[in-house]
């Protein structure tokens, strides 16, 4: 059974700071893997999708990368802003559904 | 323009009651899913369609009942509402299996 692991569970940061989210996942098996962020009170935006045969991805500042045989995703945010405070939540596409982490809370402060 | 749309977007309604909550994706996706993320923020699929046909039914409770009159749609039916049902329940859709997911804004379900 699939379990998909984030680590931390909450990190706070000053702004400009470059930081790393972890996901970790038991089955190596995946199609893909996700990263989304969510808001309060809001819906799951998709950021980045790594498929299984590729070992990154980038978008801005925001770069994924996978590394399957270990088991393992990390999310690295270059100069971080007020505006990247959210949860990111890293999920795992095992067959025909994802199986969510239980997301890192992350708080940017001016 | 809103790609995935859910209503309502608040849900407060007594024990015993039935409900429904819908939703529309404007994308032309085939797949469409219900996702419940309980109090402790952790997200789990429900059902998943794919053209209008059932493919994933995750040891989901019989009280709870997805329709899909078309691909666009997939509506969510509770019949006798616990307590335990109190979520927020996230729409979905993509464009096929294995394809990136795109979320509506989640409706919350509060049960008095």
């Known amino acids: 059974k699939q379990e998909v692991t984030q680590i931390p569970a909450a990190l706070s940061v000053p702004e400009g700071e470059n930081l790393v989210l972890n996901c970790s996942f038991t089955?190596?098996?995946?199609?893909?893997l996700q990263w989304f962020r969510q808001d309060p009170g809001k819906g799951l935006t998709s950021l980045l999708l790594i498929q299984s045969s590729q070992r990154e991805q980038t978008s801005g500042r925001l770069n994924a990368s996978l590394d399957k045989s270990s088991g393992r995703s990390t999310l690295y945010i270059a100069a971080s802003q007020p505006g990247d405070s959210a949860t990111y939540l890293c999920a795992v596409d095992n067959t025909d559904k994802l199986i969510f982490g239980t997301g890192t809370r992350l708080q940017v402060f001016p | 323009d809103t790609a995935v749309s859910q209503t309502p977007k608040y849900l407060v309604t007594q024990m015993g009651n039935d409900k429904s909550i819908k939703c529309e994706q404007n994308?032309?996706?085939?797949?469409m899913y219900w996702y419940k993320q309980d109090s402790k923020k952790f997200l789990k699929i429900m059902f998943s369609?794919?053209?209008?046909?059932?493919?994933i039914n995750e040891t989901v409770p019989n009280r709870f009942s997805p329709k899909s009159p078309d691909k666009a749609h997939l509506n969510l039916h509770i019949n006798s509402l616990e307590l335990g049902d109190s979520a927020v329940y996230f729409c979905?859709?993509?464009?096929?299996?294995?394809?990136?997911?795109?979320f509506g804004d989640g409706t919350r379900l509060s049960i008095l």
């Open positions: 979905a859709s993509s464009q096929g299996i294995n394809q990136p997911q795109h």
């Open positions: 994308l032309g996706h085939d797949t």
């Open positions: 369609y794919n053209n209008k046909e059932l493919i």
């Open positions: 089955d190596s098996a995946i199609y893909n």
